[in-house]
């Protein structure tokens, strides 16, 4: 007699049964997880395209608004001064966000050398 007694080959046949059970339903799991992925990245790739094409609009209405300004000045000073007046104002808004950006960053970044943020 093995070591099982009598049971052999049914304890032997039960834990493979067992083994093939819980094989089955792990790929059970893993196919379920592996659709339920590919349904969410799906679903994201589709919210990205609709960011992308409102970033482009977006760029467009800047631009757009960019020639509103120069029309508008136009109407008061000679062009070359109004190209030159627009440039400047828009040249000293994004400098000032970038600074503003920069500074934001700076706070919000660890000190070189120590782990804490700075306030």
């Known amino acids: 007699m093995g070591l099982w007694g009598g049971l052999g080959d049914g304890a032997s046949g ?3 049964s067992i083994g093939d059970d819980v094989t089955n339903r792990v790929r059970r799991e893993l196919r379920s997880t592996q659709d339920d992925i ?12 609709l960011l992308g094409g409102a970033a482009v ?10 020639v509103l300004v120069l029309r508008v000045l136009e109407a008061v000073l000679p062009r070359r001064a ?7 104002l828009f040249g000293a808004g ?4 970038g600074a503003a950006g920069v500074e934001e960053l700076r ?3 660890p000190r070189h050398g120590s782990g804490t943020p700075r306030s």
Not at 82 to 88: E, K, L, N, P, R
Not at 94 to 97: G, N, T
């Open 107 to 109: 706070r919000s970044l």
């Open 57 to 66: 609009l977006a760029a467009v209405s800047a631009g757009t608004a960019g």
């Open 94 to 97: 994004a400098a000032a966000l």
């Open 14 to 16: 039960f834990l493979r």
């Open 38 to 49: 590919v349904g969410k990245v799906r679903s994201a790739g589709r919210g990205g395209a």
């Open 82 to 88: 109004a190209a030159f007046v627009a440039t400047v």
